[in-house]
Nanobody, 125 residues
Framework: QVQLVESGGGLVQAGESLRLSCVGT????????VGWFRQAPGKEREFVARIDWDGVKTYYVDSVKGRFTISKDNSKNTVYLQMNNLKSEDTGIYYC??????????????????WGRGTQVTVSS
């Protein structure tokens, strides 16, 4: 079982940047594909980005392409989400999660099996 802990959220103004971190426990964390999701008040959880276990392939929702970058450091059991040029619509709780091994490239929350508790990101306009 893998446990995930997110950090790095906060309150920023539009146009500023944040870097989120997701630290995983357990020897097998480096073998997982990992995704970032977010959930705004009153809305469903939304896919943001995903990275394959070896860090080679990445996926992004269209609304963050060119602004967010996901990366993975297996030596530190950590996945990062660098968020630049933040907008008010990026506000929400950000969660990281590990993907089921069979769910290659998935952007569906139900196809992720281990979740962190989330970190709040608030962008004021």
């Amino acid at each position: 079982q893998v446990q995930l802990v997110e950090s790095g959220g906060g309150l920023v103004q539009a146009g500023e940047s944040l870097r989120l971190s997701c630290v995983g426990t357990g020897r097998t964390f480096s073998s997982y594909d990992v995704g970032w999701f977010r959930q705004a008040p009153g809305k469903e959880r939304e896919f943001v980005a995903r990275i394959d276990w070896d860090g080679v392939k990445t996926y992004y929702v269209d609304s963050v392409k060119g602004r967010f970058t996901i990366s993975k450091d297996n030596s530190k059991n950590t996945v990062y989400l660098q968020m630049n040029n933040l907008k008010s619509e990026d506000t929400g709780i950000y969660y990281c999660a590990t993907s089921y091994p069979w769910a290659t490239g998935s952007q569906v929350p139900d196809e992720y099996n281990n979740w962190g508790r989330g970190t709040q990101v608030t962008v004021s306009s």
